[in-house]
Nanobody, 124 residues
Framework: QVQPVESGGGLVQAGGSLRLSCAAS????????VGWFRQAPGKEREFLAH????????RYADSVKGRFIIFRDSTKNTVYLQMNSLKPEDTAVYSC?????????????????WGQGTQVTVSS
């Protein structure tokens, strides 16, 4: 059973960049779809992007398309979320999740394994 583990959160100024990492603990991401979500205070968890480990196919939410990039490093068994041009409204807890199947609709219920989350705060 694969357990995602996030790292890389922190405080950044608006306009800056941050890279989050999601490593597989207790297994590998082989044949797994790895996604990133975020949840801001008082808001629902929001899908951001996912990547298929075997083919590297990606999908993005419109809200982050062009600013965020999801990619993987198979040698490190890690998925990354590169976040650029950050805005104060990007402030949230960012979580990595994994699924054995490609979700037709990437809601949180479609993902089976979740990390603990990492806080990202963007100051104005």
């Amino acid at each position: 059973q694969v357990q995602p583990v996030e790292s890389g959160g922190g405080l950044v100024q608006a306009g800056g960049s941050l890279r989050l990492s999601c490593a597989a603990s207790g297994g590998t991401f082989s044949n797994i779809i790895v996604g990133w979500f975020r949840q801001a205070p008082g808001k629902e968890r929001e899908f951001l992007a996912h990547i298929t480990w075997n083919g590297g196919n990606t999908r993005y939410a419109d809200s982050v398309k062009g600013r965020f990039i999801i990619f993987r490093d198979s040698t490190k068994n890690t998925v990354y979320l590169q976040m650029n041009s950050l805005k104060p409204e990007d402030t949230a807890v960012y979580s990595c999740a994994a699924s054995h199947t490609i979700p037709k609709i990437p809601t949180q219920t479609a993902y089976e394994y979740w990390g603990q989350g990492t806080q990202v705060t963007v100051s104005s």
